[in-house]
């Protein structure tokens, strides 16, 4: 009896510790499976409020797109094997400095995002590139053409647009080719960071190639009559007018020129003109020129890249701006191209980096030289412009007249030409 | 020739700033409310031709009555719902009120309208002399706010009304014991203030792009015209705006326009030691 009792017990211990064994094998399955997939934060802050509400919200709807497709196609597969899906997490920084910074180690520090997404504009990413550093996040900044922010000596904060040094400059050039007997010029900018960065490299620029400059001056960023501005520029009696700063001052300021038939030739304004509510002007946008970091009509894809001999990477314009067009009911423009390439260059890194380690993804951004459907992308790996975009370059629209019909052309650079420069345009 | 234009174009500004300036002097003056959404509601106004304009194709002058009545209804309707039970209270109850409708009339504007700026793509011609040009919307906001100005001075000068407006101005308690409904006229007050906020708005629109936020400057600006002109006073409220017009046209002549402000908020703290009621009498 006592035998049989004991083998029982035996038996039943056995039983138990297989069925406990089996257990394990049962929970420890899920566990194997949920480690092949992974997530990666993406953290940023968005001005859903504030002066800089409608970039900012193409800009998050560019990014939002990026992370749409890579998570729908199946996420991307590090070197471990695991695959990597994508989430966001992000606050409204009001289009104001002292939330950015706030917001930015909220989102380092508590949300622990893997890797760190730019606010719109130069000051609020120029706020949030030090918190990232401070981290040791990566950023990819976008948004943002400030050259500064790359000249304090950060090592993971890398730009997606064309610095500000180089903004404006081609707009000189479109110039000279296309009357080489101008030479008075009249700068004029919004007293704001990026704006007087970019016009005082471009009046540097324009004085090295020649140009007399009859006009250097800011004005306050809230200004909304320019008239006594546009009198003390018309007693300069400058050939060509450059300059501007944001949306508002520069379509107040173009209407303006217009209405007060300044006899000027040619009209060269920052961020205003390539947007596309800036026909809402009528007239007085007809001839306007403007820089822009990305327009549809700029044809990249991998023939392209394969016929400079580039390395190539994403979708084509093409296919960009029609996934854009299908996803938000309208065209995009350069800044939902800016945070769609945002997206994609952090992809591309974690994808040759295998990893979402910082270091390795870092190294992955340092050794990018490529062209994708945003133009040329390489970055600055010294130590007095980490960061900085050296690949990409600026194209340049005209507003011109098809019909009765106002529509952009891109003018310059001319090989990139969709049509000639209208000149002069009073 | 030049300089006239400077000066032509500072003063033709700086009737657009009296008249933004009045509806915030009148409800300043009357009831001793700083009114912080002031600037949200001269938006409204631009925001209301605008609509009337590009949707039904109304003359935006003919908008602006439109948006003028629709404007003093807002007003009194402001007055009931936020002002009225705080309006005994400390000065900070009521400026946290008006910021609160501010920053509701800024996040509704901001999520239906977005920030992007809208035009009106108006013009009534200009007429151009040298370096002198005149654009005829702005010669028509001068006279309507010259207009509106005259108005607003017979009403409370010279109407029933008025002359209780101004009494529960000068003294709320005594005119409560001479039979004055106060209540009323406060809120009428509010509602003639707001009307004057929406039709400057309504005026801006017909030649400057707008947001929602454009407001904000003629806000700040309204301040200083404040106590330029007093608090109250219709005629000193233009006056004021005249001035601080000229004073933006004509500096940039002779310095960067840097310095404007610099000027501008000189004189405005000058004024304040000197003549802290005003340059054209105010509210006793």
Redesign the interface.
Known sequence: MKRTRFVLTIVVLIASLLLAACAQQLTAAPEEAAAQEVTALIGFTASQ??????ES?RQINGLNLWMNQVNDAGGIKLADGSVVKFESKFYDDESNKDRVQELYTRLSTEDNANFLISPYSSGLTDAAAVIAEQYGKVMITTGAASDSTYQKGYTLVFQTYTPASKYLTGAADLLAATDPSVKKIAIVHE?DKFSTDVSTALNDYALSKGYEVVIF????P????F???I??I??TAPDAIMGGGH??DG??FA?QIF???VPVKFLALLVAPP?P?FV???DAALGVIGPSQWEPLANFDAEAASSAGMAWFGASSQEFTAAYTAAYNEEPSYHAAGGYISGLLLQQAIETAGSLETQAVKTALENIDALTFFGHVKFDTTPENHGLQVGHSMVYIQWQKSGDVLAKQVVWPAEGASAQTVYPIR | M?FL??LI??L??GFVYGIAAMGLTLIWGVMNVINLAHGPIIALGSFGVYLLFTNIGMNPYLALVVVAVLGLLLGMLMYLIAIQRVIDAPHLSTLLATFAINMII??IG?AIF??????V?F?LG?I?AG?I?I?GTRVVAALASILVTGGLYLFLYRTTLGKYVRAVANNRAAAELMGIPSRRILALSFGIGTMLAAISGSL?AT???F?I??G???ELKSFVIGVLGGLGNPLGALAGGLILGLL??????FV???W??VFEFGLFIIILLVRPTGLFGAKK
């Open positions: 409020t504030g002066s800089y509400n409608v919200t007293n001056e800011g004005y306050d809230g200004t909304a009559d008239a006594a501005f009198n003390k018309g007693e949306f508002q379509s107040t209407k209405e007060k038939n947007e509510t809402e002007l009528g | 030049q234009a400077f174009d500072g033709l500004i800024i996040g901001t977005t920030t992007t700026p809208r035009t793509n013009s200009s151009s370096p040009t654009l801006i030649f400057f792009p947001t936020l454009s904000g400057v003629y933006e046209g004509v500096i940039p002549a960067t326009t840097s404007v402000p």
